[in-house]
T-cell receptor, first 113, second 115 residues
Framework: GQQLNQSPQSMFIQEGEDVSMNCTSS?????WLWYKQDPGEGPVLLIA?????ELTSNGRLTAQFGITRKDSFLNISASIPSDVGIYFC?????????????FGQGTRLTINP | DTEVTQTPKHLVMGMTNKKSLKCEQH?????MYWYKQKAKKPPELMFV???????INESVPSRFSPECPNSSLLNLHLHALQPEDSALYLC??????????????FGDGTRLSIL
């Protein structure tokens, strides 16, 4: 089946540092999504990417949809304590009348004050 | 605050009990989803409903029975569950596919523990 390789699996950084994580796939996706999940909560959509090569920002977050449609990266600038959590990339395809997500394994971000 | 509401937030049940998880959204979305998430793992798709009809069943055991009574509600009926079914159960919704690729929005989940 389809799989996404997300890296790194975990990051330990100092507050104020920039963060970069990425996902690669052997399959093409029409949409790439980035979610953040805090403990005890569901994933929250951060950024959605719909076109190959698209670069999109959401505040301190920037994400890009790879030109081959098989990869994406997420950057966080000037990290703050509330950025702590697990970040998931997800590739989305249309199948059988609905949108199916394939998730990466997640990147756990820890920030040292 | 999420626009997808799931109840209950926590559920503890025995292996012989029957219980139901509920999910509600009022965003006009016509596709709704159930996911299972184990600790430190990504969500795994269980079921997809499109226009109140079951579209995808990812080979889920029959002790999980989904139901979509109307376009705003999604239920997951549980019966004779096993301890390995303990997990966070997430509901999500999205616009229908005719509006193009629209992202899924998740609820905060029901934390299920099987004794």
């Amino acid at each position: 089946g389809q799989q996404l390789n997300q890296s790194p699996q975990s990051m330990f950084i100092q507050e104020g540092e920039d963060v970069s994580m990425n996902c690669t796939s052997s399959s093409i996706f029409n949409t790439w999504l980035w979610y953040k999940q805090d403990p005890g909560e569901g994933p929250v959509l951060l950024i959605a990417l719909y076109k190959a090569g698209e670069l999109t920002s959401n505040g301190r977050l920037t994400a890009q949809f790879g030109i081959t449609r098989k990869d994406s990266f997420l950057n966080i600038s000037a990290s703050i304590p509330s950025d702590v959590g697990i970040y998931f990339c997800a590739g989305q395809t249309l199948i059988q009348g609905a949108q199916k997500l394939v998730f990466g394994q997640g990147t756990r971000l820890t920030i040292n004050p | 605050d999420t626009e997808v509401t799931q109840t209950p937030k926590h559920l503890v049940m025995g292996m012989t009990n029957k219980k139901s998880l509920k999910c509600e959204q009022h965003m006009g979305h016509r596709a709704m989803y159930w996911y299972k998430q184990k600790a430190k793992k990504p969500p795994e798709l269980m079921f997809v409903y499109s226009y109140e009809k079951l579209s995808i069943n990812e080979s889920v055991p029959s002790r999980f029975s989904p139901e979509c009574p109307n376009s705003s509600l999604l239920n997951l009926h549980l019966h004779a569950l096993q301890p390995e079914d303990s997990a966070l159960y997430l509901c999500a919704s999205s616009q229908d596919e005719w509006r193009g690729n629209q992202p899924q929005h998740f609820g905060d989940g029901t934390r299920l523990s099987i004794l």
